[in-house]
């Protein structure tokens, strides 16, 4: 008698346990071929069957309990999970430094009361002009420090020093313009000194360091030194105003930009550690505070100081008037 030949349903219990191993055999449809196999797959099909009914309530006991979710419980989740995420530090860094930004705009703009009372008088007075050639200086250093060939990605230094620039060329351009004499020449001296050193030291690190490192830390270390020098640079009016018992030309709106853009620009350095960054910038805040300590103490006798002043000034002006009038009336007099 020849083999009788049965096809194996699909989805059948045998076709799911056979259909394994019957893709080794040369013809998956024999059934003498699943005959063979039979003591392999008839226990373990029993072993299945027992087990299945346990396994089920095991899953359902393990599994957790559905909750069909309601708007409250939706909101809740949404807060949760908004909370939990985090923000790269690089996000935080750059929001930072683009405050950073802001606050450095307002200490470049502090010194335009000051410019526009020397507009108005004419004269630069006694007010100097080392804080802004320092500051410009030390913007021409930081513009060369952020220059791709130096050190890559600092496109917020390059912009903020850029912009400081230009203003700080326009405040001494004011100063030469309203000043004579040895402190013209010492100004303009100052300004060719400081455009030929930062010419200098950008032809030789371009050409003699061949690294962003290296070309990042040379010209980092002079940031720091020159950086130091723009904060230290009030220390001079800071000196005048001990010895003058007062303030009247220590403009307290720099001050307390000097502290802002100090604190920022720490904290930008902080939070991806910049030593170039973080020593100027911290000496800049504690410089800044000095200053207001002072303001604070030497405002009353500044406010004295003024009075009496205003008060000589005006004693000055009725003593003239005096004068005028009794020559008016001896002139009237002779000719009566």
Known sequence: MGATTKEFRPGSDLTLYLRPLLLLTPSHNSTSDGILL???LVPVRLLHLQFRPAAARLSSLLAPPRRTPDA????????????TMTISPDTIRTAIGVVGNGTALVLFLSPVPTFIRIWKKGSVEQYSAVPYV??????????LYGLPAVHPHSMLVITINGTGMAIELTYIALFLAFS?????????????AEVAFVAAVAALVLSLAHTHDRRSMIVGILCVLFGTGMY???LSVMKMVIQTKSV???PLFLSLASLVNGICWTAYALIRFDLYITIPNGLGVMFAIAQLI?????YKSTQQIMEARKRKADQ?????????????AAKNGGHY
């Not at 909101?75 to 909370?83: D, L, S, T």
């Not at 320092?134 to 513009?143: D, G, K, R």
């Not at 002072?294 to 030497?298: E, F, G, K, S, V």
């Open 38 to 40: 039979l003591p392999v």
């Open 72 to 83: 409250g419980n939706e909101r809740v989740f949404v807060v949760a999970r908004a909370a």
């Open 134 to 143: 320092a500051t410009l200086l030390n913007c021409m250093m930081w513009v």
């Open 180 to 192: 004579a004499g040895a402190v013209r020449r010492r100004v303009l001296l100052l300004l060719a």
């Open 232 to 234: 230290a640079a009030p």
């Open 248 to 250: 009247e030309y220590m």
């Open 294 to 298: 002072l303001y604070a103490i030497y």
């Open 316 to 328: 000055a002006v009725a003593m003239t008037e005096v004068v005028v009038d009794s020559s008016a």
